[in-house]
């Protein structure tokens, strides 16, 4: 049994608040369609689609952010699923998170020490001192930056603080949201470089989510498309750029427009 | 003949006295499609703001002209420079989600400019704004019209922002970061609108971005930036054929592009960024003497 | 920031400047001679003399030597008054002022992160609480608890801890919507740890800026309650008090209602210059 993640039929749906009548309560609205799929131990995959795909609700709950309403999530074995905080609290430092705008994910007022401190202590780390030096080392920045205020930072800098935290729980398992949509060409260049290293390194399993199938394309293995909370293509990434089976994939692959003024585009 | 000339522009923080822009020169023939590109910080917005007048409080303009058909803007009086700049540009926004103000109608927020700057009456306008909707192929314009923002996609929003910029027919659109907000399929169909109702229109249009794949797509010219001071300047055929200056060269290959197999992505490197930094300094030097 | 240093961005900081310094200058001078009153007024404040009532202060013909701002119809010195006074003044808006933000600001706090049935609570609570219109309740609670110090500063945190609360309920309902509270979620932080140790710090600069308008409210309301003489006891001086008594001989003696009025504006005004100054200091932090 090697895989980290067995997902089956994975259901979830909100209050639509927008829908909700002046009396009585708010029509749901289903989110995730029954979405089934497995991610294997050392794994790197992508997972792609527009707003409104679906994607980010996947993702916060794989790491259980959201309680899904139906179908079933299994991490390492367990069914995590429905298991309250107080259950959850040994299991969430095996799998950690990286946010997409790392200024709110970021506590404004916290150091960077602090950042990547504290939910250490949490989980009872020893020597974390040292442990924070080396999650700055592994990410690249000085280990003068833990002084330093996300609002010191640069954007591709904070994103490596992000990292870092996440890197420093010594997960299994990291799920990365968006964390190059915000950022300039180069740091993105950078920052996808050095999580591409850290896998490898490191041996983690990653989901990476994103609406650029460019970005994907660089660092996954496999692709996972989304499209109104279904999954309408899990292949190989080689595969999945060579031939697009589903009409969606081939809709998002054109619509990207290339560097390159030749590119045929209508 | 240029339709719109920028004039060694330079801006400053107030009080603090912090560059901006440094001597930024550009100029823009009618109907043409330049583009400003660059990182976040390159000063590529503040061009455009500067030429509509909307500059932050913040921001001073510290040297330079702008010259827009044959008048500098500079020299004229705050209201009526109010009043050319209305008349003759618009500004398509890079967040459909606040540029319209939720709680009215849709239909009065583009006649208002109609009836404002160029005193048609209400008829007229709204009438003229129907057409323009359907244009930008808006499925029933009438009844957009008296919807309220919220009713709305965010490409639909956008593409209300296209018509109400294109309203008064203005001669030069200033485009900041239009489709940023966007996924990448309707990136694709605004970013192919803007274009049809430019050339329809022969609108100018000053094209600001931080992607060099819709610059290929839209740009027939393209300005790169670099911390407020002017890079390159090139045409959209020779800078893909390959950029004359290193950074821009590192800028592009540091676009990714999906079709390359190896999908490897090189960040624009140190010696390069040194490199334009001194540039950059050097010109501050010389400035300051 | 590719271009760290060279570019602009991130130096647009507002200068806290001159407001802090002159509002804060102002209430330390308050403070200090509220501390000090007993030693630093030149006259006792209760010591009437009828012989010397109604004397102008000390530029104008007539002044007696020694009593600075004049005295008042029975012969008190005004600006020993207005020292004690300032005793009243500054308990009123520290105590006052900091029990309210203690009890809005942790119930606020509350409501707005944990949310749920809490909230509901809260929330149901601040609402009929705010129905109720606040002078007659603040005399109504007066006449139940008697007069007096400690019955004012009742009257206040139970009138005013709904502004706190409403505020910082938002605030803390804002900023669990971000991220961070999130990535603490994921390092597996429990909800009361995350209210304290994240939202907490973020929500101080909204309680620090409503704690310091709440000081100057506070002050006025003791003023508007020594006016309708409700206060203190009528011996005691306070500046509402004086300004009550002034009123009656504003004609014959206009420096006893002037200087007291004068006094109480610059405290409040000083108060809620501070609370902006503040906000100006925390923000750049911020955003």
Same mark, same amino acid.
């Given at each position: 049994m090697d895989d980290l993640y067995q997902v089956s039929d994975l259901r979830l749906s909100l209050a639509d608040m927008t829908a909700k009548p002046l009396f009585g309560t708010a029509p749901r609205l289903e989110i995730l369609k029954g979405l089934s799929f497995t991610i294997p131990k050392g794994e790197v995959v992508g997972i792609v689609g527009g707003s409104g795909s679906g994607k980010s609700t996947l993702g916060r709950a794989m790491v259980r952010l959201l309680e899904p309403s139906g179908g079933s999530i299994r991490f390492a074995g367990t069914d995590?699923?429905?298991?309250d905080e107080t259950a959850l609290r040994p299991l969430r430092r095996r799998f950690q998170m990286i946010f997409q705008d790392p200024m709110s994910s970021l506590n404004p007022r916290h150091t960077v020490n602090r950042l990547i401190g504290a939910p250490l202590a949490l989980h009872g780390f020893d020597g974390i001192a040292a442990r924070v030096d080396r999650a700055l080392d592994h990410v690249g920045l000085p280990r003068s930056f833990k002084a330093r205020f996300p609002h010191e930072l640069s954007g591709g800098q904070r994103q490596r603080v992000g990292i870092a935290r996440a890197i420093a729980m010594e997960p299994e398992f990291i799920l990365a949201d968006e964390i190059v949509s915000g950022l300039d060409v180069s740091s993105q260049a950078q920052v996808l470089n050095l999580l591409e290293q850290l896998v490898r390194d490191l041996g983690l399993t990653l989901a990476f989510i994103s609406h650029d199938l460019s970005v994907i394309r660089r660092l996954c293995a496999r692709t996972i498309v989304l499209h109104h909370g279904e999954i309408v293509e899990n292949r190989p990434t080689a595969d999945l750029f060579a031939a697009p089976a589903a009409a969606y994939t081939r809709d998002l692959l054109e619509a990207i427009p290339l560097p390159d003024p030749g590119q045929v585009w209508d | 003949m240029s339709f719109l000339s920028v004039e060694n522009l330079s801006l400053r923080i107030r009080g603090d006295g912090a560059r901006l822009l440094r001597s930024v020169t550009l100029a823009v023939r009618p109907g043409e499609v330049m583009g400003l590109v660059g990182e976040s910080g390159a000063g590529k917005s503040m061009i455009g703001k500067a030429i509509l007048g909307i500059l932050p409080r913040a921001v001073e303009l510290s040297g330079g002209r702008i010259v827009l058909e044959g008048q500098d803007l500079g020299t004229l009086p705050a209201a009526e420079r109010r009043r050319v700049i209305g008349a003759k540009a618009a500004l398509i926004p890079q967040d459909p989600l606040t540029a319209l103000n939720p709680s009215r109608r849709i239909g009065p927020q583009i006649t208002d400019r109609l009836v404002d700057i160029l005193g048609w009456d209400r008829a007229r306008a709204e009438a003229r704004a129907a057409d323009l909707l359907a244009e930008v192929q808006i499925p029933q314009p009438a009844r957009v019209m008296r919807s309220? *923002?919220?009713?709305?996609s965010g490409g639909m929003r956008q593409r209300v922002l296209i018509a109400s910029a294109f309203a008064a027919e203005p001669k030069l659109i200033v485009a900041d970061e239009p489709t940023t907000a966007l996924d990448v399929t309707v990136q694709k169909q605004i970013l192919r609108l803007i274009r049809q109702m430019q050339e329809r229109h022969g609108t100018a249009l000053l094209f600001v971005t931080h992607d060099l794949g819709v610059v290929s797509k839209v740009c027939q010219n393209l300005t790169v930036l670099y911390a407020g001071a002017v890079v390159e300047r090139a045409t959209v055929g020779a800078f893909f054929a390959g950029p004359a200056h290193p950074y821009s060269r590192a800028l592009l290959a540091a676009t990714p592009k999906y079709?390359? *197999?190896?999908g490897s992505l090189t960040p624009v490197p140190e010696a390069v960024v040194a490199a334009v930094r001194a540039e950059v300094v050097a010109m501050d030097e010389a400035e300051d003497g | 920031m590719a271009v760290e240093g060279i570019d602009g961005r991130g130096r647009v900081r507002r200068r806290a400047g001159m407001r802090l310094w002159l509002s804060g200058l102002w209430l330390a001078l308050v403070a200090l001679v509220a501390l000090l009153a007993p030693w630093i007024? #030149?006259?006792? #404040?209760?010591m009437q003399d009828l012989f010397l009532g109604r004397m102008p202060p000390f530029w104008t013909p007539g002044a007696e030597p020694g009593f600075w701002l004049g005295t008042d119809s029975l012969g008190r010195d005004v600006l020993s008054r207005i020292i004690h006074g300032a005793r009243v003044a500054m308990t009123v808006a520290l105590v006052a002022g900091t029990i309210t933000a203690l009890i809005g600001a942790t119930l606020g706090l509350m409501a707005g992160f944990l949310r749920g049935w809490v909230d509901l609570v809260i929330s149901r609570m601040i609402d009929i609480w705010m129905a109720f219109p606040p002078v007659l309740f603040s005399i109504l609670l007066i006449a139940v608890l008697g007069p007096g110090l400690t019955s004012i500063i009742i009257a206040i945190v139970v009138i005013d801890w709904t502004r706190f609360a409403r505020v910082v309920r938002a605030e803390a309902m804002a900023q669990g919507a971000m991220d961070y509270v999130a990535s603490a979620r994921v390092a597996g932080r429990g909800r009361i740890g995350t209210m304290l140790v994240e939202i907490g710090p973020n929500v101080l600069p909204t309680i620090a800026v409503l704690l310091t308008l709440e000081m100057g409210i506070a002050v006025i309301v003791e003023a508007i309650l020594s006016f309708v003489n409700l206060s203190i006891s009528t011996d005691d001086p306070t500046w509402g008090g004086m300004i009550a008594e002034g009123r009656a001989s504003v004609h014959q003696a206009w420096w006893v209602l002037v200087f007291p009025l004068v006094t109480l504006f610059l405290t409040v005004l000083a108060f809620s210059q501070l609370g902006e100054g503040l906000k100006d200091r925390f923000d750049p932090v911020l955003r």
């Open positions: 995590i699923t429905h298991l | 309220y *923002p919220h009713e709305l079709t390359d *197999p190896t | 007024a #030149p006259k006792d #404040p209760l």
